[in-house]
């Protein structure tokens, strides 16, 4: 059975940045496909960047040019490194893949 555990989040000032990790246990991240989300309080879960089963990267509007989105192999995690982090960041932050969900990482950015 495969799980993801996400970890790194934080509280952070704004301008600051945060690293985030999603590290798969039962299974090996043979396919890039993954996809992180985060859910503000009050908030529908947005998808905030992805990589592709083709290795094509992804991000919404709102973190272009802010986040990235990478692999770790060689530790079978995925990361999403966060930098210029804005109050509106703030959230519960979950890695997806393999139709599995991780229980999140929270994210505060304080202004």
């Known amino acids: 059975q495969v799980q993801l555990v996400e970890s790194g989040g934080g509280l952070v000032q704004a301008g600051g940045s945060l690293r985030l990790s999603c590290r798969a246990s039962g299974r090996q991240f043979t396919t890039n496909a993954v996809a992180w989300y985060r859910q503000a309080p009050g908030k529908e879960r947005e998808k905030v960047a992805e990589i592709t089963h083709e290795g094509k990267k992804n991000y919404a509007d709102s973190v272009l040019g802010r986040f990235t989105i990478g692999t770790d192999n060689a530790r079978n995690s995925r990361w999403l490194q966060m930098n210029g982090l804005r109050p509106e960041d703030t959230g519960v932050y979950y890695c997806?893949?393999?139709?599995?969900w991780g229980q999140g990482t929270q994210v505060t950015v304080s202004s």
């Open positions: 997806f893949a393999w139709i599995t």
